[in-house]
């Protein structure tokens, strides 16, 4: 079978904070990027080469004097943008060509050499607002693909899919008047940094378009699902997006050290496949994950292997594993959803 998926690394991103303690630290890309080299995932991807994102294309999202701001930190060895958010040397250097690694994987998927691709870049992206760093990020990453599919491509509709234990407040933020632009969230509530309440849905002619999910800690695999089947799964089909992204945040892993979650790498395939099945009826199978957060290395590890499996064809699913996922309660928070955005969507 040939590669239909790829990959973007690059050494650079794991200088990021390097030799700065931290949570958000390069180990993370260094043991995804092992897992890679490894006997069942060596030469199964295709290599995507990043860019680096100009200014120009930054201040689709951010405010120039943000991106100024962040330009300023290049070379110096620390900066603290924000309690939580600090640069090193190459950091604004990693976060340009993270944003770039996404554009690039988008290139690869319109023009037909891969069907789907996991950019593996740091810094995160989904925290980072208009005008300000924090949670970690520098420039919103998936905000950026998003802005860069309809810009350069002509997309006319897409939908970002936000699956990390935090709420992507400057994702949501960015598109909450954008009709087309369907935001889905589901995240630990309340948690930093504090948005993503059921009632935030969207404004003006895109309400209904922000759709969050929020959660109490202990919420595993099967519960994940049946979110993403009863709801997103409906909503996305009235939706038809043209472009699927996925911020893809695996720290609702079961042991992470910052949420209280209980998904498995068997959670994020299987969530991974529902995507998949809806790029393929809807956005010609177009889809971009892009790494945000996953603070347990061996979970991180082993969640991004079964998502990058799932996207070639080789799932680590079993039959019969989807429908015991379907099996026992559904969690109350998915009616909670749909009595909120029932009035936007008549497929609920």
């Not at 959660?215 to 409906?234: A, M, N, T």
């Not at 911020?247 to 299987?270: E, R």
């Not at 292997?305 to 429908?323: F, M, Y």
């Amino acid at each position: 079978m040939s590669s239909r998926t790829g990959v973007v690394c690059h050494d650079l991103y794991k200088e990021h904070l390097a030799e700065f303690p931290h949570v958000e630290s390069p180990q993370r890309l260094k043991v995804i990027y092992d897992m890679l080299d490894e006997a069942d995932m060596a030469g199964k991807f295709v290599s995507v080469s990043p860019r680096s994102a100009t200014h120009e294309e930054l201040a689709w999202v951010h405010s120039h004097s943000h991106i100024e701001r962040v330009a300023g930190t290049d070379g110096k060895p620390h900066a603290s943008l924000d309690p939580d958010t600090q640069t090193t040397p190459l950091s604004c250097q990693a976060a340009k060509l993270a944003v770039g690694g996404l554009f690039s994987l988008v290139d690869k998927i319109f023009d037909g050499t891969i069907e789907n691709g996991f950019a593996l870049v740091r810094p995160p992206g989904h925290h980072a607002e208009r005008d300000r760093a924090m949670g970690f990020c520098l420039f919103n990453n998936v905000a950026l693909g998003a802005r860069y599919a309809m810009n350069t491509y002509g997309v006319k509709k897409i939908l970002i899919v936000d699956w990390d234990l935090h709420h992507g407040n400057a994702t949501q933020k960015t598109f909450y008047t954008d009709p087309d632009v369907l935001y889905f969230s589901t995240h630990q509530y309340p948690y930093y940094p504090g948005t993503g309440s059921l009632k935030e849905v969207g404004h003006g002619d895109a309400m209904g378009l922000t759709v969050n999910v929020p959660l109490s800690p202990g919420y595993g695999d099967s519960d994940f699902f049946k979110i993403f089947k009863q709801i997103l799964y409906p909503i996305a089909s009235a939706f038809k997006p043209e472009w699927i992204f996925v911020s893809a945040g695996f720290d609702t892993y079961v042991d992470d050290p910052l949420g209280g979650m209980k998904v498995t790498p068997q959670g994020y395939a299987a969530m991974t496949r529902l995507i998949m099945d809806f790029a393929k009826a809807y956005a010609s199978e177009r889809l971009a994950f892009t790494l945000e957060g996953g603070y347990h290395l061996t979970g991180l590890r082993e969640s991004v292997r079964a998502v990058l499996k799932e996207l070639a064809g080789d799932s680590i699913l079993k039959p019969g594993n989807l429908e015991d996922l379907e099996k026992g309660a559904t969690p109350p928070v998915v009616e909670d959803v749909i009595q909120v955005q029932r009035p936007y969507w008549s497929s609920l």
